[in-house]
């Protein structure tokens, strides 16, 4: 079965600072990757994807990700992070065919500072 | 429509009450999907449909959780006897199809309930 970790709850940081956002899955095969973004009140908003390619990913917001087979990761990362930037974070992976019901990970909460 | 849309966006009701929530994906995705989020938890996976069909039921928590879909199009999560364990945030997403490429995922707003 699928899985997926986000290891940290909350994550602070200064506004300008970079981000990395930790993600850690587990599958089988080749698994297609996804972060969401969730603002408070709000319905999760695709942020980028990954289904193959190109390892690094980019998204909208300036945000980017990369897919590191030997890691199983799929780390988010922003190079400056903006106030309005504050929000939930998902990380997700989902089959390549079939049946498919996304695994979510917990979330990871996004605190920044001014 | 333009994107997935729910209502209500929030709905208070008495424990032992019977709700009804809806979802309209955005038009000609055939898959949609039903998760709840508990306060400070990420999604819980309630059930999926494939057309009008569900082939996987098996997030609904109990019997008192149901679900149905119309004409491929509209889905009704209907929660019977509400207890108060049942206050969550109820989500709805909608993708083009299952599996594969395609399967991205867009999301309504959702639903906020509150048993008292």
């Known amino acids: 079965a699928q899985s997926v970790t986000q290891p940290d709850i909350h994550i602070t940081v200064s506004e300008g600072a970079s981000l990395e956002l930790r993600c850690n899955y587990s599958y089988g095969a080749t698994p297609y990757l996804f972060w969401y973004v969730q603002s408070p009140g709000q319905g999760l908003q695709l942020l980028l994807k990954y289904f193959s390619g190109d390892t690094l990913v980019q998204g909208i917001k300036g945000f980017e990700a990369e897919f590191k087979r030997s890691q199983s990761s799929f780390n988010l990362r922003k190079p400056s992070v903006h106030w309005s930037d504050a929000a939930e974070y998902f990380c997700a992976v989902g089959s390549s065919g079939g049946s498919y019901i996304p695994t979510f990970g917990r979330g990871t909460s996004l605190i920044v500072h001014p | 429509g333009a994107g997935v849309s729910q209502s209500p966006s929030n709905k208070v009701t008495e424990k032992g009450k019977d709700v009804e929530l809806r979802c309209d994906p955005i038009?000609?995705?055939?898959?949609l999907y039903w998760y709840r989020q508990s306060l400070g938890q990420g999604l819980e996976f309630l059930i999926y449909f494939q057309g009008n069909s569900a082939p996987d039921k098996s997030g609904l928590p109990s019997d008192r959780f149901s679900a149905e879909r119309t004409g491929g199009s509209v889905s009704t999560l209907t929660i019977q006897r509400t207890q108060q364990e049942d206050s969550a945030v109820y989500l709805c997403?909608?993708?083009?199809?299952?599996?594969?490429?395609?399967?991205?995922?867009?999301f309504g707003p959702g639903t906020r309930l509150t048993v008292l």
């Open positions: 038009s000609g995705h055939t898959a």
């Open positions: 997403a909608s993708s083009l199809k299952s599996g594969g490429v395609g399967n991205e995922q867009f």
